[in-house]
T-cell receptor
Framework: ETGVTQTPRHLVMGMTNKKSLKCEQH?????MYWYKQSAKKPLELMFV???????ENNSVPSRFSPECPNSSHLFLHLHTLQPEDSALYLC?????????????FGPGTRLLVL | GEDVEQSLFLSVREGDSSVINCTYT??????LYWYKQEPGAGLQLLTY?????DMKQDQRLTVLLNKKDKHLSLRIADTQTGDSAIYFC???????????FGTGTRLKVLA
């Protein structure tokens, strides 16, 4: 596989469920990102990891919990979500600033919270 | 604060040129990007420009940057129906992992 992959592509969950989103990059990058894309809103940066360390955390509710076990994998653990969390969750990867300047995205996970 | 603005919609006829505009506020941005998003897909990087450049051309795509006015544009020559998508402008804040995106411009190409 090449590029950035995400699983699952679609997810429906109740407010009491626990689920995880997975992202994998095959580009040799060392930074990985989670974004939330909601209708008619700009893309919201949620978390950034560089070399498995979190470098950005943009006031995201604790019901979203990221995990980066290595530079190729990124997870987003979800629990007790709210209906307003329904959105497209996009993963991306890049090199560090000054090394490479382009960010590549996965296809996203479409999440619906009932 | 950091902000990127785009118009929401653009409609053009097939074969015409499309121009999508973007304004940004942060003067410390180093790179500016254009991404394309088709229905049900992630964001596809189209092109990017370093902030000390005025113009970049890549086949049918031309990027113009006016750093003084903080204005970025994407021109698509000979627009095709396959160009119908949402186009996002983004800036990268210097020395950070932070990318700021606009709300996207929905381009509709009429046959």
């Amino acid at each position: 596989e090449t590029g950035v992959t995400q699983t699952p592509r679609h997810l429906v969950m109740g407010m009491t469920n626990k689920k995880s989103l997975k992202c994998e990059q095959h580009l040799g990058h060392n930074a990985m990102y989670w974004y939330k894309q909601s209708a008619k809103k700009p893309l919201e940066l949620m978390f950034v990891y560089s070399l498995e360390e979190r470098v950005e955390n943009n006031s995201v509710p604790s019901r979203f919990s990221p995990e980066c076990p290595n530079s190729s994998h990124l997870f987003l653990h979800l629990h007790t979500l709210q209906p307003e969390d329904s959105a497209l969750y996009l993963c991306a990867s890049s090199h560090a600033p000054g090394v490479g300047e382009t960010q590549y995205f996965g296809p996203g996970t479409r999440l619906l919270v009932l | 604060g950091e902000d990127v603005e785009q118009s929401l919609f653009l409609s053009v006829r097939e074969g015409d040129s499309s121009v999508i505009n973007c304004t940004y506020t942060d003067s410390s941005s180093t790179y500016l990007y254009w991404y394309k998003q088709e229905p049900g897909a992630g964001l596809q990087l189209l092109t990017y420009i370093f902030s000390n450049m005025d113009m970049k051309q890549d086949q049918r795509l031309t990027v113009l940057l006016n750093k003084k006015d903080k204005h970025l544009s994407l021109r698509i020559a000979d627009t095709q129906t396959g160009d119908s998508a949402i186009y996002f402008c983004a800036e990268r804040i210097e020395g950070t992992y932070k990318y700021i995106f606009g709300t996207g411009t929905r381009l509709k190409v009429l046959a």
